[in-house]
T-cell receptor, first 111, second 117 residues
Framework: RKEVEQDPGPFNVPEGATVAFNCTYS??????FFWYRQDCRKEPKLLMS???SGNEDGRFTAQLNRASQYISLLIRDSKLSDSATYLC????????????FGAGTRLFVKA | EAGVAQSPRYKIIEKRQSVAFWCNPI?????LYWYQQILGQGPKLLIQ????????DSQLPKDRFSAERLKGVDSTLKIQPAKLEDSAVYLC???????????????FGPGTRLTVL
């Protein structure tokens, strides 16, 4: 089993749709969780951190479920500019430092 | 504020040759990361430095890959000799993190796209 797993997609949605991605992780000792966004042939950029209480940034909502060991990202009112790959990131395996990226979920938003 | 700088942006070599990549992190960032991203996959952490010390190199193929961060600022990643499967984008990132764990943001450079023929 991979340490961090994501549905690779692609997700094809129309503008204005709501779309959700899940990410599961295997190590219950994980400490920090993030979503990064990566545009085609570009470097990853932080989208948002994920907290146990859940957090929201505009149209984006992230949730963490420690009991089931998954995190989620919800995008409301999708825009064409949301088309990208969304990378789940888990940090802090025993030792406190290790960073694990998921393989990413591709999203295409169409007019 | 200047971002993470990497060079070269592109490199094409033949297998068994050597190659080196350079990274200059954001000023003041204590932690520097090197990742390998193969097409269609997420970035894989190769090595993480805190200042000039290595804190994680568990996924670095040490028989052919080496990295150093002299003086705790810029860093060099070397592959010697290269194999076909080393074709990937090599990403450098930096963060402020000065202690264990940490929730600070990693800022990535544009990457070096390596093709091994």
């Amino acid at each position: 089993r991979k340490e961090v797993e994501q549905d690779p997609g692609p997700f094809n949605v129309p503008e204005g749709a709501t779309v959700a991605f899940n990410c599961t992780y295997s190590n219950s000792a994980s400490q920090s969780f993030f979503w990064y966004r990566q545009d085609c042939r570009k470097e990853p950029k932080l989208l948002m951190s994920v907290y146990s209480s859940g957090n929201e940034d505009g149209r984006f909502t992230a949730q963490l479920n420690r009991a089931s060991q998954y995190i989620s990202l919800l995008i409301r009112d999708s825009k064409l500019s949301d088309s990208a790959t969304y990378l789940c990131v888990v940090k802090g395996f025993p030792g406190g430092f290790k960073t694990i990226f998921g393989a990413g979920t591709r999203l295409f938003v169409k007019a | 504020e200047a971002g993470v700088a990497q060079s070269p942006r592109y490199k094409i070599i033949e297998k068994r040759q050597s190659v080196a990549f350079w990274c200059n992190p954001i000023s003041g960032h204590a932690t520097l990361y090197w990742y390998q991203q193969i097409l269609g996959q997420g970035p894989k952490l190769l090595i993480q430095f805190q200042n000039n010390g290595v804190v994680d190199d568990s996924q670095l193929p040490k028989d052919r890959f080496s990295a150093e961060r002299l003086k705790g600022v810029d860093s060099t990643l070397k592959i010697q000799p290269a194999k076909l499967e080393d074709s990937a984008v090599y990403l450098c990132a930096s963060s402020l993190m000065k202690g264990a764990g940490g929730t600070d943001t990693q800022y990535f450079g544009p990457g070096t796209r390596l093709t091994v023929l």
